[in-house]
C-alpha cells in the first residue's frame, strides 16, 4: 500500500523567503507525482505534474524535483508572497492518487 | 473550456439518507476519479471509471457506488449515510487513467 508523508505538517515564513515543502513515498513504482494546492473548504488546483521518467520540472517560481528510487519530491517557491499561503498537497500516480496530508503554509507580509 | 464541475456545491442530509453527487467532466476527457476529503486530511481514493467501466475502487463500504454514463459524467451515490461520510467530495477528470488530474470544487455533504 502506498503511504505518503508530507514534512513539515505548517510552516510560516515571513515575505520574500523561499518555501521547501518536502514529499515521501514507500513505493518508488508510479506513473506520476503532482503537487496541488488547496485554499481552504475549495477544491484542489494542480501546480506541477513530473513524470517519473523526469527528475524535475519548473513553472515560475515554483520547482519540483523527483527523486523515485529514494521516493522523494521536493517543491520549491521562490520569493514567497502573502498569496501563496494555503496548503501543499502531494501525489503519487500508480493509477490512482494517494495524497500526503498537506503542507499548510503562512506567509507573513 | 469548462473546468470539472460538481454539484450540488453544498449538502446536508440526516443519518440514514441516501445522497447522489455529479460530475462532469473537462471536454474530451474519459477518465473520472471520485475522491473524499476529511478535514484536516489529504483527500481518499473512491472509484476511478474510464470509458465507462470501473478501473479502481478504494477501501470504502459498499454503502459507496458510482457509474459513469456513455457522455463521460459520473455519479457517486452514497446509501445509509453515517456521521463519519461527512466530507468533501472531489472529482477529477483526466484524458486517461494515468495522466495528469484536474479537480472540481468539491461538494461539501454534511450529515446530522
Known amino acids: 500500500k502506498q503511504e505518503v508523508t508530507q514534512i513539515p505538517a505548517a510552516l510560516s515564513v515571513p515575505e520574500g523567503e523561499n518555501l521547501v515543502l518536502n514529499c515521501s513515498f514507500t513505493?518508488?513504482?508510479?506513473?506520476?507525482l503532482q503537487w496541488f494546492r488547496q485554499d481552504p473548504g475549495k477544491g484542489l488546483t494542480s501546480l506541477l505534474l513530473?513524470?517519473?521518467?523526469?527528475r524535475e520540472q519548473t513553472s515560475g517560481r515554483l520547482n519540483a524535483s523527483l527523486d523515485k528510487s529514494s521516493g522523494r519530491s521536493t517543491l520549491y517557491i521562490a520569493a514567497s508572497q502573502p498569496g501563496d499561503s494555503a496548503t501543499y498537497l502531494c501525489?503519487?500516480?500508480?493509477?490512482?492518487?494517494?495524497f500526503g496530508a498537506g503542507t499548510t503554509v503562512t506567509v507573513r507580509a | 473550456d469548462a473546468g470539472v464541475t460538481q454539484s450540488p456545491t453544498h449538502l446536508i442530509k440526516t443519518r440514514g439518507q441516501q445522497v447522489t453527487l455529479r460530475c462532469s467532466p473537462i471536454?474530451?476527457?474519459?477518465?473520472v476519479s471520485w475522491y473524499q476529503q476529511v478535514l484536516g486530511q489529504g483527500p481518499q481514493f473512491i472509484f476511478q471509471?474510464?470509458?465507462?467501466?470501473?478501473?479502481g475502487r478504494g477501501n470504502f463500504p459498499d454503502r459507496f457506488s458510482a457509474r459513469q454514463f456513455p457522455n463521460y459524467s459520473s455519479e457517486l451515490n452514497v446509501n445509509a449515510l453515517l456521521l463519519g461520510d461527512s466530507a468533501l467530495y472531489l472529482c477529477?477528470?483526466?484524458?486517461?487513467?494515468?495522466?495528469?488530474?484536474?479537480f472540481g470544487s468539491g461538494t461539501q455533504l454534511s450529515v446530522l
Open positions: 477529477a477528470s483526466s484524458p486517461g487513467p494515468a495522466e495528469k488530474l484536474f
Open positions: 513505493d518508488s513504482a508510479i506513473y506520476n
Open positions: 513530473i513524470q517519473s521518467s523526469q
Open positions: 501525489a503519487v500516480n500508480d493509477y490512482k492518487l494517494s
Open positions: 471536454s474530451g476527457h474519459k477518465s
Open positions: 471509471y474510464y470509458e465507462k467501466e470501473e478501473r
